[in-house]
């Protein structure tokens, strides 16, 4: 039971990257534990697109400030012509699939030795236009990859996390 607590407790938003490319199969490995994130009514409507030549990094960097110059970086989107349908109203569950898919992506470099942070400091529509994502995908998430640099470390706030009495009510 403690393996995942250490595992969640170890992550950490990781801000500077070794540019030693992270191998195959652990990209596959985290792409493996994305695929079994659950989806609202399992419709499955994300695209992870996979940015990881030199031109389309740079592109990336130019219109979202904190990829970090990580050697891999994850955009996570939802197809909004597959995501189910919020009940009564015209919103649909891409954004909570693809956090709940980013999650387990985070965890799974973890696992691997590989650091990431999650980025939410970005226009949709500016990452869409810069690596020709359709219309129809909405970006939810993006996730740099790689080996923490040399004496990359947490940030403060890292541990700074609210006592449960504060974030937990029993009712
Ligand atoms: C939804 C979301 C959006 C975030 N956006 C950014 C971001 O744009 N840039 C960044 O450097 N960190 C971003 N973070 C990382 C948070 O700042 C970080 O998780 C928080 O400060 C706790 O630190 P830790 O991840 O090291 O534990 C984001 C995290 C989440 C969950």
Known sequence: ??????LA???????????KQPEQEKIDYILQCAKVAPTARNFQPQKIFVVKSQENLEKLAAVCP????APVVFVIACDNS???AHLGDDGNFGET?????????TLAAKEVGLDSCIVGWFVDKDVKEALNIPQNYTVYDILPVGYAANGAAPSPRHSDCKDLSETVEVI
């Open 1 to 6: 039971m403690k393996d995942f607590y250490e």
């Open 9 to 19: 407790k170890n992550r950490y938003s990781c801000r500077a990257y070794s540019q």
């Open 66 to 69: 904190c990829t970090y110059k």
């Open 82 to 84: 597959i995501a189910a």
């Open 97 to 105: 699939d693809c956090a709940i898919i980013c999650t387990h992506m």
